[in-house]
């Protein structure tokens, strides 16, 4: 906290997203970083460690975020 980024990990609280929507990882430049299907139950754990260090921003759903891989 702030950054939800922790060991090379995001954690992502599905709320109102279904198994198998997907969350989307984009560079600031806007290019499509990674995609990863949402898992059953109420978080999704997504390891971001192969991505390189930089700001990104997460789209799950109708929400969006900024974080940073370090």
Do not use: H, M, W
């Amino acid at each position: 906290y702030p950054n939800p980024v922790t060991n090379g990990e995001l954690t992502v609280e599905n709320g109102d997203l279904k198994a198998g929507e997907r969350i989307l990882i984009y560079a600031l430049s806007g290019s499509l970083a990674a995609t990863y299907e949402v898992a059953a139950g109420a978080v999704t754990v997504i390891n971001v460690s192969r991505l390189p260090q930089g700001v990104y921003v997460v789209k799950a759903g109708a929400y969006a975020a900024r974080v940073s891989v370090y």
